[in-house]
T-cell receptor, first 114, second 111 residues
Framework: DGGITQSPKYLFRKEGQNVTLSCEQN?????MYWYRQDPGQGLRLIYY???????QKGDIAEGYSVSREKKESFPLTVTSAQKNPTAFYLC?????????????FGDGTRLSIL | GNSVTQMEGPVTLSEEAFLTINCTYT??????LFWYVQYPGEGLQLLLKATKADDKGSNKGFEATYRKETTSFHLEKGSVQVSDSAVYFC??????????FGPGTRLSVLP
């Protein structure tokens, strides 16, 4: 079945450490997205990419970095510059060029500070 | 800019009660509208969608009608179950891009 796979499900970061969250999709979608969700809150867009080798900052990009070297993959790195990284991170993908298709989401990665 | 407003939660209902979660939107152009559901510790799942005015999306007993005149897309269910307890997000997109999500409404259904 096609879908989005996020790994790991749980991740712990030490102070001063960078960590990378994986997101892989086999839906043949052009666009991919990273969101952050804090407890009891909605989604905030971190980065998005509409095509390979191109990506754009979202609303809260500071302290995060991404790459899009392959259509299927959109890893997110949480750098040591992100002072409050504890949150639930969601990856999503969608087709582009048509207005009626939804975003599809992975099951998320929960990041905590040690 | 584009935006989505949802009723504040949490919403607490007894099993078999009628559910309405209000959603209104502001958009330039003609958006597609979506409802997503999020169960604890999981990602968002698409619940239903509507792509043009007067369309009705439906799934698992939930319904929502795209009302262009009132810029609304209210979610309804005639008889909720305990298993419907989750967070519900209203969302829109313009031309398959520019996705905007509402803040979410937490629903708790008591047996």
């Amino acid at each position: 079945d096609g879908g989005i796979t996020q790994s790991p499900k749980y991740l712990f970061r030490k102070e001063g450490q960078n960590v990378t969250l994986s997101c892989e999709q086999n839906l043949n979608h052009d666009a991919m997205y990273w969101y952050r969700q804090d407890p009891g809150q909605g989604l905030r867009l971190i980065y998005y990419s509409q095509i390979v080798n191109d990506f754009q900052k979202g609303d809260i990009a500071e302290g995060y970095s991404v790459s899009r070297e392959k259509k299927e993959s959109f890893p997110l790195t949480v750098t040591s510059a992100q002072k409050n990284p504890t949150a639930f991170y969601l990856c999503a993908s969608s087709t582009t060029g048509t207005s009626n298709q939804p975003q599809h989401f992975g099951d998320g990665t929960r990041l905590s500070i040690l | 800019g584009n935006s989505v407003t949802q009723m504040e939660g949490p919403v607490t209902l007894s099993e078999e009660a009628f559910l309405t979660i209000n959603c209104t939107y502001t958009a330039t152009g003609y958006p597609s509208l979506f409802w997503y559901v999020q169960y604890p510790g999981e990602g968002l799942q698409l619940l239903l969608k509507a792509t043009k005015a007067d369309d009705k999306g439906s799934n698992k007993g939930f319904e929502a009608t795209y009302r262009k005149e009132t810029t609304s897309f209210h979610l309804e269910k005639g008889s909720v179950q305990v298993s419907d307890s989750a967070v519900y997000f209203c969302a829109l997109s313009i031309h398959g891009q520019n996705f905007v999500f509402g803040p979410g409404t937490r629903l708790s259904v008591l047996p």
